[in-house]
């Protein structure tokens, strides 16, 4: 409970105490913990980097809503895809078949999913790349009448979708599952942008993106709300 609670305010305050160069050294750890999986867990307990390479979106998403009718859920789903998208610069497309789709957000009938054989997961996305680093499907999986947990689980699972392997514990993230933001926050945005910037290098290693992200996050920081 301590160590939660002190993370959640260093979360609060990162922007208020820091320099700008400790900020931007905060943003580049985050977008390592993101695209690469290096990142403390909630518990502040290293996790080591689980993939060598980023993988991003490099066609158009065509996308489709399956499963149990929940308008208020599938709307949420909808708005959140197309916004963060917007974001990426990732043209978007509703289609109406399965089989013309690479982005499925399934609304399951369930509370809870087992994923990795054996754990209990509210939400979860199963998404796949080529060999080139450009992500070919993504499968997003979000439970039926589970109110506000399907509603903190969308914006979540959509950026796993969008090349958001990881978590974020360091900054107020809607990738952090400790920081209570449902939707993306500003250094969500930027780091987004930092990924599908046209300047970060298809299927670039840990150490190419990072140097990339380093330049580009301060110019992100002044031209991002």
Known sequence: MIRIGFLLCALGVLAACQTTAQVNDRLVQSFDDLVFFVAPDSHGHDV???????VRWDDEIHYIILGVDDEALSSQSEAALLKIAKVAGVPTHKVATVGDAN????????KEFVINDNQLASCYTHAEANERGGIRKADIHLPFKMGRVAE??????LLHGFGFRGHAH???????YVAGQDEMSRWDRILLKALYHPTMPTAADRDDALAVARGLIPQLMETTD
Not at 48 to 54: G, K
Not at 103 to 110: E, L, P
């Open 48 to 54: 080591d980097q689980t993939y060598e390479r980023l």
């Open 103 to 110: 982005f499925k957000i399934y609304i399951d009938n369930k």
């Open 152 to 157: 903190k689980c969308v914006e979540h699972e």
């Open 170 to 176: 360091r900054i107020r993230s809607a990738m952090s």
